[in-house]
Structures are given as structure tokens and as C-alpha cells.
């Protein structure tokens, strides 16, 4: 459901929508009424989650459909875009391979920009070989237009970055792929927060992470 196509009908999406609400609040990787979601439909319009509803109990009319200017195209009476609605729209406007968006809290991920700690990208082999570096914005505050200016340097370069002490945000051609890029992030967080509680924490070696960072521009950049 969540590896889906350019051609999926709305409705299709708008299920692949709440699965993936699912999973991300079961998983802890959203919280409370935190985050939100979008896809772009195949006419171009984005679809998304709304304000104030926790992303663990969405149905499928729950969703709103804006274009990219953030025009209302038709939404559930009371229903309201999300507050980061634009920094969504930002990533599909410099973006046009991306077909979703996922704006996540995860736990691990997260305390280390509070911490101010760089992502550890040297310490597991598959995050430098499947996704590369994660980098971390600037403070932005959010629901405001800051938002969309932070994430900007890093839009054509990168599939994954850490909002400062603001969460995550990942894009992908489909859902999957942005779910599968936040699941990686926050699984080699916690276990870097676990190896600094145990003591050292090593690392993969320079001549290594240059082996696999040529494995990735052979066979898995975008």
C-alpha cells in the first residue's frame, strides 16, 4: 500500500495516508498530534494530513487536498492543512521526484539535535551505503514560513535531514521510501545514544565509508 506508483487513484493514497500514520505512532516516531503527512497526486495536487489530529487515529476523509501555492482545494468540514503545510510544499517545489513527505518527532533522532550533536552517519554501514549523511537545520520556529527557509540548502541533496530540536523530515517517490528513510534514521540514533551510554563508540573506518559511499553512487543514488 505504501509502495505505490505516479498513477494511484486518491483513494488508494488517501489509505496509504493512514497506514503510515499508523505505523509512525505505533512505532513512537510520532507523538500526541505531532507531524504530519503528504503525498502529491497524479494531477499534481498534494494531499495531506490535517491540524490537530493525532496521526495514529486518521481516517481517510480526514485528509485535505491543497495545490502547491497552499490553496484549499477541497477538505471535511472543520478540517484545517497543517501548520507545516509549507515546508511540504517546499520540498515538492524543488523536488519533482518526490511523491511524499513525512514530517516526524522521533525520540532518539531528535535528542540528538537538542543535544547538538551532528547525526552519526559513520556508524552503521547500511546508512552510508542506502542514505548517506543527514544533516541538521537551523532553528526554525515552527508552523511559520522559517520552516521552508531552513530546509532549503538541502533539498536537492539530500532525502533525509534532522529539524533542530523540531523532529525529522523525510521524502521519498513513495511512501515506503520516506517511512524506510525515518525508520533508518531513528534506529541508528537510539543505538548510538546506547553505545555512548556503554562508552566508546566506533566508528566505520575512512577507507570503508569510502568504499561504501561508492557502493551507493553505483547502485542506489536517486
Not at 85 to 94: A, C, F, G, N
Not at 178 to 187: D, G, Q, S, Y
Given at each position: 500500500?505504501?509502495?505505490?506508483?505516479?498513477?494511484?487513484?486518491?483513494?488508494?493514497?488517501?489509505?496509504?495516508?493512514?497506514?503510515?500514520?499508523?505505523?509512525?505512532y505505533e512505532?513512537?516516531?510520532?507523538?500526541?498530534?505531532?507531524?504530519?503527512?503528504?503525498?502529491?497526486?497524479?494531477?499534481?495536487?498534494?494531499?495531506?494530513?490535517?491540524?490537530?489530529?493525532?496521526?495514529?487515529?486518521?481516517?481517510?476523509?480526514?485528509?485535505?487536498?491543497?495545490d502547491?501555492?497552499?490553496?484549499?482545494?477541497?477538505s471535511?468540514p472543520?478540517?484545517?492543512?497543517?501548520?507545516?503545510t509549507?515546508?511540504?510544499?517546499e520540498?515538492?517545489?524543488?523536488?519533482?521526484?518526490?511523491?511524499?513527505?513525512?514530517?516526524?518527532?522521533?525520540?532518539?533522532?531528535?535528542?540528538?539535535?537538542?543535544?547538538?550533536?551532528?547525526?552519526?552517519?559513520?556508524?552503521?554501514?547500511?546508512?552510508?551505503l542506502?542514505?548517506?549523511d543527514?544533516?541538521?537545520?537551523k532553528?526554525a520556529?515552527?508552523?511559520?514560513?522559517?520552516?521552508?527557509e531552513?530546509?532549503?540548502?538541502?533539498?536537492?541533496?539530500?532525502?533525509?535531514?534532522l529539524?533542530?530540536?523540531h523532529?525529522?523530515l523525510?521524502?521519498?517517490?513513495?511512501?515506503?521510501?520516506?517511512?524506510?528513510?525515518l525508520?533508518?534514521?531513528?534506529?541508528?540514533?537510539?543505538?548510538?545514544?546506547?553505545?555512548?551510554?556503554?562508552?566508546?563508540?566506533?566508528r566505520?573506518?575512512?577507507?570503508?565509508?569510502?568504499?561504501?559511499?561508492?557502493?551507493?553512487?553505483?547502485?542506489?543514488?536517486?
Amino acid at each position: 500500500m505504501l509502495n505505490f506508483s505516479a498513477t494511484i487513484n486518491e483513494s488508494d493514497l488517501r489509505l496509504a495516508i493512514v497506514e503510515c500514520g499508523r505505523i509512525a505512532y505505533e512505532r513512537h516516531l510520532m507523538t500526541s498530534n505531532d507531524g504530519n503527512i503528504s503525498v502529491r497526486m497524479e494531477n499534481g495536487h498534494i494531499l495531506i494530513t490535517p491540524s490537530g489530529i493525532s496521526k495514529g487515529r486518521l481516517s481517510p476523509d480526514d485528509m485535505l487536498i491543497v495545490d502547491l501555492d497552499g490553496n484549499i482545494i477541497s477538505s471535511k468540514p472543520g478540517r484545517k492543512p497543517s501548520s507545516e503545510t509549507p515546508m511540504h510544499l517546499e520540498v515538492y517545489k524543488h523536488r519533482e521526484d518526490v511523491r511524499a513527505v513525512v514530517h516526524a518527532h522521533p525520540i532518539f533522532a531528535t535528542t540528538l539535535t537538542v543535544a547538538d550533536l551532528e547525526f552519526p552517519v559513520d556508524v552503521l554501514p547500511e546508512v552510508l551505503l542506502t542514505l548517506g549523511d543527514v544533516p541538521t537545520t537551523k532553528y526554525a520556529t515552527p508552523a511559520s514560513h522559517e520552516d521552508a527557509e531552513v530546509i532549503r540548502p538541502f533539498l536537492k541533496t539530500h532525502n533525509a535531514m534532522l529539524l533542530r530540536q523540531h523532529g525529522s523530515l523525510t521524502y521519498g517517490k513513495n511512501l515506503d521510501e520516506a517511512l524506510v528513510h525515518l525508520e533508518r534514521i531513528e534506529h541508528v540514533s537510539e543505538i548510538y545514544w546506547r553505545a555512548k551510554m556503554l562508552g566508546e563508540v566506533k566508528r566505520v573506518s575512512s577507507e570503508a565509508q569510502a568504499k561504501l559511499i561508492a557502493l551507493r553512487e553505483k547502485y542506489f543514488k536517486r
